[in-house]
């Protein structure tokens, strides 16, 4: 527990040097949900903005994040001492967990200011969704499997498609491939058949991160 404090209080600091991007990223989110206003009818319209927060922060923060420091060769620092990945990988999760709550909080209160809806329920079923997700953070890891692309195009292109999974949200036929919908709707979806899909997706999820975690090494893969 005392190694995975230690790597969430270092990550912080890593956020709070990075000042630009923390603002941009939280205000990104509320630019949006103002661009959106036609298309907010009821309180659950905000599932997909939550979910969109929750996708960006797992697959940056922990998935990229992770990959970005192994091929930038910055883990041998972290892990000089012990390889401790496991407390690495929990210690990036509580961090982006962190994020999200603040960012919700703003995001919340400026919808609750715009459309009058009781901030109670709108922390009630953010912060539900959050637990919901967790299983997502395990799947970003995966994407430290992939060594023939850098890390940095491995970024570009999941901001691509989070942007046009975004876009289309509301406007396309072919939404049941959308992650961003498949997450928002967990939060309304509650038939049998949908607690059985997110139990598999979601222990598939955990088990494919897990994998990864165990295959991840701390060893420059562009520097060899």
Not at 86 to 108: G, K, R
Not at 109 to 131: G, P
Not at 153 to 174: A, E, G, K, P, R
Not at 185 to 196: A, E, S
Request: positive net charge; contains cysteine; glycine residues 2%.
């Amino acid at each position: 527990m005392r190694v995975v404090k230690a790597y969430y209080i270092l990550n912080l600091k890593m956020l709070r040097n990075e000042i630009f991007t923390l603002i941009w990223s939280l205000l990104l989110p509320v630019i949006f949900l103002t661009l959106n206003i036609n298309n907010i009818h009821s309180l659950y319209d905000l599932r997909f903005f939550w979910a969109f927060i929750i996708i960006s922060c797992f697959f940056y923060g922990v998935g990229i994040h992770a990959a970005k420091l192994r091929n930038e060769g910055l883990l041998k620092t972290y892990f000089s001492i012990t390889e401790s990945r496991y407390e690495f990988f929990f210690a990036n999760i509580l961090t982006q967990m962190t994020f999200i709550f603040f960012s919700f909080l703003l995001f919340n209160i400026t919808a609750s200011i715009i459309f009058q809806f009781n901030m109670f329920q709108l922390t009630y079923y953010s912060t539900f969704l959050i637990i919901l997700s967790i299983p997502i953070a395990f799947l970003s890891f995966t994407l430290t499997l992939i060594t023939k692309i850098n890390a940095n195009d491995v970024s570009t292109i999941v901001s691509i498609l989070m942007l046009v999974s975004f876009i289309t949200l509301f406007s396309t036929d072919f939404n049941h491939f959308n992650l961003i919908r498949i997450v928002g709707d967990l939060l309304i979806d509650h038939t049998l058949n949908g607690y059985i899909l997110y139990s598999i997706v979601s222990i598939s999820s955990i088990i494919l991160g897990l994998f990864s975690l165990k295959k991840y090494s701390v060893i420059s893969l562009e520097s060899r």
